[in-house]
């Protein structure tokens, strides 16, 4: 069965969040951020497999350069809030099935990003990474990070807070529901969005959003690193509570894998071993990063030739 994550976080000025540093980030990409003055670099990332900028359908006649460009959106999103508190964007962080292609990734982040714009009339910055080589990392941790506006977007630049911003009490004003059930309609939406990709791409796996105990399935946990010792072990120190984990999930994955050798020869050879799945994704990430570059070699010869022509 394919792996259902999704998780929201907001970006704050209370604590010390700068959207154009969390968009350059994601994007790998370097952007100024004017508020502050400060410069964000992360142009030497190379797991950054798609980025784009995704507006309502409602402007796809309209000019709007300003939104789609990356620095001016985000800039514009730390410039129309005034109070030392607020709210400057919000992340949709999604795990995807390592069974679909590139290609479909694409199209199914795509799609459900656009529904999230659709609803919410925000603007949402796209970038989906392949997994990083850290100590630990899963091979199969392909995932995307939709990092969207607190404001709906219009032809005129930002607007009002969207209804994902407003409280309980506000939003009973409206006569909306209680927020918690966005968060219920998100997470059922991609795994709706997701499971419709694997089932047309003809994969036989789904993702369910309920926890492993309501779902009905008997599946084991995936190891999970909590953010401090990650991020101790990212900078190359060693993390005594990440390697307590690693063991803990070490030993559940050998139990798991004596169980299965005494299962039926029908269920023992469906599932891929950890190193065919690592060296797909491998193989996979450098064939796209082969064409990638190929791309821009092409690009930059027309460019060359568009110059002498002039």
Known sequence: MAVYFLNIKTFGRSTGSSAPGAAAYRAGERIRDERTGRTYDHTDRVDVMHKEILVPSRLADADMSWATDRATLWNAAEAAETRKNA????????????????????????????????????????????????????????????????????????????????????????????????????????????????????????IDPRCLDADGHAREPRLWIPRIPYEIERRGFRSVVAEQLREDHARLETQRARALETASPERTRTPLSMEDVRRRAIENWLRLRREAQSDETHAAGRDREDDLVR
């Not at 219009?154 to 807070?161: A, D, H, I, R, T």
């Open 87 to 206: 709210r400057v964007a919000r992340e949709y962080l999604i795990a995807l099935p390592v069974e679909l292609s590139h290609e479909r990734q694409v199209r199914a982040v795509r799609g459900f990003a656009q529904e999230l714009s659709e609803r919410y009339r925000f603007a949402v910055d796209v970038a989906i990474h392949a997994p990083r080589d850290f100590p630990g990392s899963d091979p199969r941790n392909f995932h995307a990070h939709l990092l969207a506006t607190t404001r709906e977007v219009s032809l005129e630049g930002l607007g009002p807070k969207t209804a994902l911003e407003l409280n309980d009490a506000q939003r009973r004003e409206f006569g909306l529901g209680p927020a918690i059930n966005e968060l219920l309609y998100v997470r059922q939406r991609w795994a709706d969005v997701a499971n419709e990709a694997l089932q047309s791409a003809h994969v036989d796996a789904r």
